[in-house]
């Protein structure tokens, strides 16, 4: 039963990072970042974002146009920049005061109960 419980715990633990990924990528791209930067800020924070998910969520971010990204030349190997566009900054404001909602009532709702 434990192994389940385990299994279980697992799969809802990546259903709530899911949930959350596109916020924390646009919080840390209030300036701008190429993918490894943003990949290293995130993880910094506690928010661990595989190469396999984050490159292609840039990817279709930019697509729907919330960020932009150029190319950069200098020291070391080409990197893409991306930051936000003006939409962008406009979901990420709204994305976050949603958040602040949702995590006031889940505050709540998690203290209220024990788990006996």
């Excluded at 506690?46 to 969520?57: A, K, N, S, V, W």
């Excluded at 729907?64 to 003006?86: A, D, F, I, K, N």
Aim: glycine share 10%; no cysteine; charged share 30%.
């Amino acid at each position: 039963m434990v192994k389940d419980a385990d299994i279980t715990h697992s799969k809802m633990e990546l259903e709530l990072r899911r949930g959350v990924i596109v916020l924390a990528a646009l919080s840390q791209l209030k300036s701008e970042q190429y993918g490894y930067s943003l990949r290293q800020a995130l993880r910094e924070k506690g928010m661990d974002i595989e190469e396999g998910t984050l490159y292609p969520l840039l990817r279709r971010l930019e697509k729907q146009g919330l960020l932009t990204s150029e190319w950069r030349v200098g020291e070391g190997p080409p990197r893409r920049y991306y930051h936000l566009s003006p939409d962008g900054k406009r979901l990420y404001l709204k994305l976050a005061k949603t958040w602040r909602a949702l995590g006031a009532v889940m505050d709540d709702l998690i203290g209220e109960g024990t788990v006996r």
